[in-house]
T-cell receptor, first 110, second 114 residues
């Protein structure tokens, strides 16, 4: 059974600082997703990573995938308040069957 | 272009009742998936449909069922509601089942069971 672990679960950052969220998964997966969720809102897709060494960047967020280590990272560069949200990673088995991490709640303070 | 539409947005049901939630995917999207989000269990996968066929099912009891229609619209049904079924139910659509397809989520249906 696929298990997905995220850490940290809570992250308080100062604006302008860098940090990384880690996502480990337990068995082979053919894709890795990162999502953002604002309080009381739905999920927003950020990235989908398919192959070993894949790297995707959007603004201050960069995601990478190491399939050998079964590890994905979401790196935040020079954090700003607007990035405050909960970030989830999810890995898939059987194509569309996703298993989610517990989420990382990010708070960016001025 | 309209996004993923879920109805109803909010509803309150009594234990033992049943509920049907509806999801209209983005036009042209043929893959629909459903998720449950609760504070205790987090985000959990419920079902995945493509071209009216259920391709995957999560670890939920048989009280949870779903279907997809020929126009790609989808419904999920929960029978004999329990207090623990109170959750945000999210529907998502994508063009197909390809690994690189972006998944778009609806706003969700907030279900409270009393």
């Amino acid at each position: 059974e696929l298990k997905v672990e995220q850490n940290p679960l809570f992250l308080s950052m100062q604006e302008g600082k860098n940090y990384t969220i880690y996502c480990n998964y337990s068995t082979t997966s053919d894709r890795l997703y990162w999502y953002r969720q604002d309080p009381g809102k739905s999920l927003e897709s950020l990235f989908v990573l398919l192959s070993n060494g894949a790297v995707k960047q959007e603004g201050r967020l960069m995601a990478s995938l190491d399939t050998k280590a079964r590890l994905s990272t979401l790196h935040i560069t020079a954090a700003v308040h607007d990035l405050s949200a909960t970030y989830f990673c999810a890995a898939n088995t059987n194509a569309g069957k996703s298993t989610f991490g517990d989420g990382t709640t990010l708070t960016v303070k001025p | 272009k309209a996004g993923v539409t879920q109805t109803p947005r909010y509803l309150i049901k009594t234990r033992g009742q049943q509920v049907t939630l509806s999801c209209s995917p983005i036009s042209g999207h043929r893959s629909v998936s459903w998720y449950q989000q609760t504070p205790g269990q987090g985000l959990q996968f419920l079902f995945e449909y493509f071209s009216e066929t259920q391709r995957n099912k999560g670890n939920f009891p048989g009280r949870f069922s779903g279907r997809q229609f020929s126009n790609s619209r989808s419904e999920m049904n929960v029978s004999t509601l329990e207090l623990g079924d109170s959750a945000l139910y999210l529907c998502a659509s994508s063009i197909g089942t390809g690994a690189g397809n972006t998944i778009y989520f609806g706003e969700g249906s907030w279900l409270t069971v009393v």
